[in-house]
Nanobody, 122 residues
Framework: QVQLVESGGGLVQAGGSLKLSCAASARIFSRYAMGWFRQAPGKDREWVAAINWIGGRTYYDDSVKGRFTISRDNAKIVVNLQMNSLHPEDTAVYYC???????????????WGQGTQVTVSS
C-alpha cells in the first residue's frame, strides 16, 4: 500500500520556523511531482507549494513565496517544506500529496498523506 506520512508539525510563535517532512513508502514517488497543501478550519484545502519529480523546479503560492521552501531527496523519498517567518494565518493542517505531473489544484493529486497540524500563535 502506497503511503505518504507527514511529520514536523507543532505549535510555534509568530515569526518562528517549522520544517515539515513527508516520507513516501514507495520508490515510485521519486518519479512523481509532489505538493504541499493546507486546510484551515472552515476553509477549503489550498495549494501551498509544488516541486517537480527531479527537484529542479519549485512553485509557490504568493502567500508563502519568500518564506517557505520546498525540497526533496529522491534517494530517501522525502519531501520537505521549510517554513520561516510564520504568521498566525499560516495555521492549518498541512498535507503532502503526489501527482504524475506538476499541478496546483487538489483534484490533480492522486495520493495524500494524513496531514500534520501547524499552529502559529500571535
Amino acid at each position: 500500500q502506497v503511503q505518504l506520512v507527514e511529520s514536523g508539525g507543532g505549535l510555534v510563535q509568530a515569526g518562528g520556523s517549522l520544517k515539515l517532512s513527508c516520507a513516501a513508502s514507495a520508490r515510485i514517488f521519486s518519479r512523481y511531482a509532489m505538493g504541499w497543501f493546507r486546510q484551515a478550519p472552515g476553509k477549503d484545502r489550498e495549494w501551498v507549494a509544488a516541486i517537480n519529480w527531479i527537484g529542479g523546479r519549485t512553485y509557490y503560492d504568493d502567500s508563502v513565496k519568500g518564506r517557505f521552501t520546498i525540497s526533496r531527496d529522491n534517494a530517501k523519498i522525502v519531501v520537505n517544506l521549510q517554513m520561516n517567518s510564520l504568521h498566525p494565518e499560516d495555521t492549518a493542517v498541512y498535507y503532502c500529496a503526489g501527482t504524475r505531473h506538476t499541478a496546483y489544484d487538489v483534484a490533480s493529486y492522486n495520493y495524500w498523506g494524513q496531514g500534520t497540524q501547524v499552529t502559529v500563535s500571535s
